[in-house]
């Protein structure tokens, strides 16, 4: 479905999703090359699809060059959403903006096999040199209300958004959730959920809902076979 979608869209800019119109526009997307903005060149961003709700204003894609493998499928419904993508980050996003003035800020050199993002306001920053695995999901919301039935007061408001320090790795399928924190270093297990704030760098976290379980833990994209040769770290 998602190719014949792309197909349609190189010949009829307007396609039917989840009973909206959506359009294929690349007009959302600026290139930063040398610090200077600009419009994409023709297939330049081959893999990147950017489309948004029919009437849907004030929405940014900014990708700065250089790029490697960058695979990225972002929609919006509202409006004054941005996405800014940082040089040398590479892998499969995928974001959904269901509100106004969100936002996805992502590092330089950062690298995902996969990624889901549901943005339904606030935002998700994440800082440099990280590592996503596969399947990894990203609520910054419930997206849907819940409130006292007898006050009729929302009980949950606006979060705070997700925070991912520099240098952190995070395993497969594990889910980050609204009000998240991580600081620098971390190291999150497969199958996690995360729901709340850590401040301690070096440490790994795992479970559910997550807790740490391991101090003074570093990473290296190196295997370990390869690690036991290199020169180490100080």
């Known amino acids: 479905m998602k190719?014949?979608?792309?197909?349609?869209?190189?010949?009829?800019?307007?396609?039917?999703?989840?009973?909206?119109?959506?359009r294929h526009d690349a007009s959302l997307i600026r290139i930063v090359e040398n610090g200077v903005a600009?419009?994409?060149?023709?297939?330049?961003?081959?893999h990147v699809f950017v489309?948004?709700?029919?009437?849907?204003?004030?929405?940014?894609?900014?990708?700065e060059l250089?790029?490697?493998?960058?695979?990225?499928?972002v929609h919006f419904e509202g409006n004054n959403n941005k996405v800014t993508i940082r040089a040398r980050t590479l892998?499969?996003?995928?974001?959904?903006?269901?509100?106004?003035?969100?936002?996805?800020d992502i590092g330089q050199d950062c690298t995902c096999a996969s990624c889901f993002m549901?943005?339904?306001?606030?935002?998700?920053?994440?800082?440099?040199?990280?590592m996503?695995?596969?399947?990894?999901?990203?609520?910054t919301n419930d997206a849907h209300t819940l409130f006292?039935?007898?006050?009729?007061?929302?009980?949950?408001?606006?979060p705070s958004p997700i925070e991912i320090g520099n240098h952190c790795w995070i395993g497969q399928r594990a889910m980050l959730m609204k009000n998240t924190i991580l600081p620098d270093d971390t190291v999150v297990g497969a199958g996690a959920v995360v729901t709340k704030k850590f401040s301690e760098r070096f440490t790994a976290i795992a479970g559910v809902p997550a807790k740490v379980v391991r101090h003074d833990v570093g990473w290296d994209r190196a295997t370990p076979a390869q690690f036991v040769t290199q020169p180490q770290k100080k």
């Open 3 to 22: 190719i014949l979608k792309r197909f349609l869209c190189l010949f009829i800019p307007v396609a039917k999703v989840r009973h909206k119109i959506l």
């Open 118 to 130: 549901n943005v339904t306001g606030g935002g998700v920053r994440i800082g440099r040199d990280c």
């Open 132 to 139: 996503l695995s596969k399947e990894i999901v990203f609520y």
């Open 38 to 46: 600009r419009k994409p060149k023709f297939r330049e961003l081959k």
């Open 148 to 158: 006292d039935k007898n006050a009729g007061a929302i009980l949950n408001a606006q």
């Open 66 to 73: 250089p790029i490697a493998s960058l695979h990225l499928e």
């Open 91 to 104: 892998g499969t996003w995928n974001l959904l903006f269901h509100d106004e003035n969100g936002f996805v």
């Open 51 to 63: 489309s948004q709700m029919k009437n849907a204003t004030g929405n940014i894609v900014q990708i």
